[in-house]
Every structure is written in structure tokens, then in C-alpha cells.
């Protein structure tokens, strides 16, 4: 992997990603914890919610717009009140929800399916005004293998599940460090 995130770093991204959907939910201003320097840097994140070990939002942004803690701030609160697929999060809910945050590192043009390492790499697929992303945990978590992988991230684009074999199709893919609530990470 071509970065790391410390244990102290994970629990302020994951400290801001709950307060950034709790102050919303409790209308207040945000009470953000210090934020180290490294997390000023600017890197692409996702944030995905789950409630009873179901998903219940996950957004985020492949490549980077500015520093991380505010990418995962905008994140938490997409997932939690945007992500189309689920309505958004109520107070009453909200205690019962997991936070897991995938920092992503640098987007890589795939040569050769046989590049793809599953559970290393998350993908990416463009084709024509199509595009659609899955990370690395994702396969794993399914027990895909690389053909069913490819087959999936086609699908989350609205693709024919082969559209990876065409030529128009641009496939990436990336490494990412993938950490939630729960987790052994020092408290400040």
C-alpha cells in the first residue's frame, strides 16, 4: 500500500464522521476533534453505514477535492442523509448505526484482469457516459472471485455484467485502508 493511516488517525476520522451526522441530527454545530496534519492531505474516501450488519449509506469520492477529514465529513453526512437507495437516518436510528471509513489511495489504469488482486483492490469502470466503483472489501465480503468481480462492478454501472471485456471499457483500480467503529484504536 502506498500510505498508511495510524490508529490515532482512524479514530479522529472516525470520531468526525459521527459527529459530522450527529451534530446535523442534534441541529448544533459540530465539536470537531483536533485534526493531525496528515489528515489535511488531500485523498479520495468513502463512508458506509450499517445498521444490524445491513448497509444503510455508503458515498464517497474516488479522487480527492480537498483535505481528507473534510472529504470524510461531507461523506459521513451523504451516507447518512443522501445515498439514494435508503432514506436518510433519523435520531431514533442513529444509535444503532456502525461507521466504516475506506481511505483510498492513488487510482491505477488496470493493464490485465490478472493485475486485479481480490481484497487488495477496489474498481472502477467507465464506459462511454457509465461509470460505477466497488471497494476492495466488497469482494471479499461476497466471496466473488475476479471474474464475478468485474461481473459486479459492470452492474453497479448499468452495464452488461461482461461490458469489462470490451474495448471502450476503462478499468482502475486502487488500494485502500479500510477501518470502522469497533476497532482497537486508542482513545485520545
Known amino acids: 500500500m502506498n500510505f498508511a493511516v495510524t490508529p490515532e488517525e482512524r479514530r479522529v476520522l472516525l470520531e468526525t464522521a459521527r459527529e459530522s451526522v450527529e451534530s ?4 448544533r454545530e459540530p465539536r470537531w476533534p483536533e485534526v493531525p496534519v496528515p489528515l489535511t492531505v488531500p485523498r479520495g474516501a468513502f463512508v ?4 444490524g450488519g445491513h448497509l444503510r449509506g455508503c458515498i ?12 470524510v465529513r461531507a ?10 437507495r ?8 442513529w444509535p444503532g448505526v456502525s461507521i466504516e471509513i475506506s481511505v483510498l489511495g492513488p487510482m491505477e489504469r488496470l493493464a490485465s484482469p490478472e493485475d486485479l488482486r481480490i481484497g487488495a483492490h477496489g474498481l472502477y ?3 462511454g457516459f ?4 466497488l471497494l476492495p472489501q466488497v469482494a471479499t465480503e461476497w466471496g466473488w472471485g475476479r471474474e464475478e468481480f468485474l461481473a459486479q462492478v459492470c452492474r453497479k454501472a448499468g452495464l452488461p455484467p461482461s461490458a469489462w471485456k470490451e474495448p471502450t471499457a476503462e478499468l482502475y483500480r486502487f488500494e485502500a485502508a479500510v ?10
Not at 446535523?24 to 441541529?27: G, H, M, N, P
Not at 458506509?48 to 445498521?51: E, I, M, S
Not at 435508503?86 to 436510528?93: K, L, M, N, S, W
Open 130 to 133: 457509465r461509470a460505477g466503483v
Open 86 to 93: 435508503f432514506p436518510g437516518i433519523r435520531p431514533e436510528d
Open 48 to 51: 458506509t453505514l450499517t445498521a
Open 179 to 188: 477501518f470502522g467503529e469497533g476497532e482497537e484504536t486508542p482513545s485520545g
Open 60 to 71: 464517497g469520492r474516488l479522487t480527492p477535492s480537498g483535505p481528507l477529514i473534510d472529504t
Open 125 to 127: 469502470i467507465v464506459q
Open 75 to 84: 461523506m459521513a453526512r451523504a451516507a447518512a442523509f443522501e445515498d439514494p
Open 24 to 27: 446535523y441530527l442534534e441541529r
